[in-house]
């Protein structure tokens, strides 16, 4: 049995992490260096390129360095925080008050009850929690937040401050904060947000031909006993597309496909091997990525890409005025659902005029009828 290094869990940390060598060589630099201007890193990308693994590779790298590494959500994320560092979000004091008095020249004392207090720790008591953290910290704090565009932004801007706060006091302090390519622009541009608009932005997309290559190569060369020709990595590379999420389905198939037909000690990777988990992979994709970001689209957004995919040129590039003249609409009332499209990552526009799919396999995927649900289909054969 061949162990599996590829583990698609899609938003989830992976047993086997590859590639943004360039920002994790950053980070690293930037923890040693307090004037990087990556100590503050703000990550954008479509859904499944591999922000969330991003990040936990940054916080474990973090925790290695002996920081201390508080990754939050994106739900109550100023609880969250408060929680992390001092371990509740409210403390009850109790206090026995004495009351002295003085009845006709004679001294006396009167003790009341017990008196308790509770204090509850919310935005305003951020900036001071997280400058206590630092003081305990020496060797400094790392916050990540995944999907920031779901926090509120009232939240963001009380971390800012915090941060802001903790940055003039010269701690050791590290932030980093991944979300959809809307975020960014969402997010910088809000008042109380200022702190950010000095983060290093990375747009994270599909991997070049050499670096998803040279993962596929790194995978492989941990499994003991099996190994792969450059031709039929070659053809994973082709079919992933350079999406890391595909990448770790064609991995995990093809390693899964091998441990059914061969239990020796070794195995070379035929075409034939990657032509049988190839489909299987890539309608995993589909089910996993492309059926969940479809389901989220408006009407108007499904017909745009359906159009666009109709349009496409041998570049794979689509006009905008094709498109519109296809959909029978004018340009401008296409605009809001064409500026959604791309403030999602889900499609971009290389020039004035022009859009391009960004998610592997989309443009086929929406011109496809849809499939009927199973349990419907049986019903209506059963006519129950």
Request: with cysteine; glycine share 8%.
């Amino acid at each position: 049995m061949f162990s599996n290094p590829f583990s698609p869990i899609f938003g989830g940390k992976p047993d086997f992490f590859f590639g943004r060598k360039d920002v994790l060589a950053r980070f690293d630099l930037a923890m040693r260096d307090r004037g990087s201007e990556d100590r503050v890193l703000f990550l954008t990308g479509a859904r499944g390129c591999g922000k969330t693994a991003l990040l936990e590779q940054l916080s474990t790298r973090a925790s290695r360095n002996g920081r201390m590494s508080i990754d939050l959500g994106p739900d109550d994320t100023i609880a969250q925080l408060i929680q992390a560092i001092i371990g509740h979000d409210e403390t009850t004091t109790t206090v026995s008050p004495q009351a002295s008095v003085s009845i006709l020249g004679t001294g006396g004392s009167l003790s009341a009850g017990s008196v308790s207090k509770t204090i509850r720790y919310g935005r305003e008591s951020l900036p001071a929690l997280l400058v206590e953290a630092c003081n305990q910290h020496k060797k400094g704090v790392l916050v990540t937040i995944d999907e920031v565009q779901k926090v509120s932004l009232d939240d963001v801007s009380a971390i800012c401050n915090a941060f802001q706060l903790a940055s003039r006091k010269g701690h050791n302090i590290m932030l980093a904060v991944a979300g959809l390519p809307y975020a960014h622009g969402r997010i910088i541009h809000h008042d109380g947000c200022t702190y950010l608009r000095r983060a290093s932005h990375e747009e994270l997309g599909l991997f070049t031909w050499d670096e998803a290559s040279d993962a596929f190569a790194d995978a492989f060369a941990r499994v003991e006993g099996l190994s792969i020709r450059k031709e039929e990595a070659d053809r994973l590379n082709e079919a992933s597309y350079g999406h890391p999420y595909l990448m770790q389905l064609l991995g995990y198939y093809l390693v899964n496909h091998v441990n059914t037909i061969d239990e020796g000690g070794s195995h070379v990777v035929s075409t034939h091997d990657v032509s049988e988990v190839t489909p299987t992979a890539i309608r995993a994709y589909e089910r996993r990525a492309l059926k969940p970001l479809v389901d989220e689209l408006s009407e108007l957004e499904l017909a745009y890409l359906q159009a666009m995919s109709a349009c496409l040129s041998e570049t794979r590039i689509a006009t905008t005025r094709d498109i519109a003249r296809l959909l029978g609409k004018e340009g401008h009332n296409l605009s809001r659902a064409r500026s959604r499209l791309i403030d999602s990552g889900t499609i971009a526009a290389p020039a004035r005029g022009q859009v391009m799919f960004c998610v592997p396999y989309l443009a086929d995927y929406v011109t496809r009828p849809a499939s009927p649900n199973s349990a419907l289909e049986v019903a209506r054969q059963r006519r129950v």
